[in-house]
């Protein structure tokens, strides 16, 4: 279990006294553990990606307003972050291998946007970000 890897980690952290690490960690655990607690029981592997993307998520949006801002301290604050959270995920697929994936799968040209997507998000989950797979199928479509 994903849960576990991050215990571990955050015990190292903790040991290791690294500030941002613990920081980072303890958020996760945290949305983990509510998570699981508001589910009435353990998390599915595909639960878990989703909590963890949503983590990824808010930090480029937090790396995007720092950029925004000119704020180098935060820039790099972030951006390890994304390094942190990202560890957890399962390495992501190239646009090349989400289009083979999506044409396997029954995504073809004239396809509503919305069927496509209802096909390649539970495809992809965790293999790679939204806004990547949402570009790959409007080129297919």
Do not use: C, H, W, Y
């Not at 576990?4 to 960690?25: H, N, P, R, Y």
């Not at 599915?44 to 930090?59: D, F, G, L």
């Not at 496509?116 to 297919?140: H, N, Y």
């Amino acid at each position: 279990m994903l849960k576990t890897d991050v215990f571990e980690q955050l015990k190292k952290a903790m040991k290791e006294k690294d500030v941002l690490a613990k920081g980072v960690l303890t958020l996760l655990k945290s949305a983990l553990d509510l998570a699981e607690k508001e589910k009435g029981e353990a998390l599915s592997s595909e639960e878990e990606m989703a909590i963890i993307n949503r983590e990824v998520k808010q930090t480029n949006q937090a790396l995007e307003g720092a950029q925004t801002a000119g704020r180098a301290d935060l820039i790099e604050k972030e951006e390890a972050k994304l390094v942190l959270l990202k560890s957890f995920l399962p390495k992501q697929l190239t646009e090349e291998e989400i289009a083979e994936k999506l044409v396997a799968a029954g995504v073809i040209k004239g396809m509503n946007m919305g069927e496509a997507m209802k096909i390649a998000k539970p495809l992809l989950t965790g293999q790679a970000e939204g806004a990547v797979i949402s570009k790959v199928v409007k080129g297919l479509i």
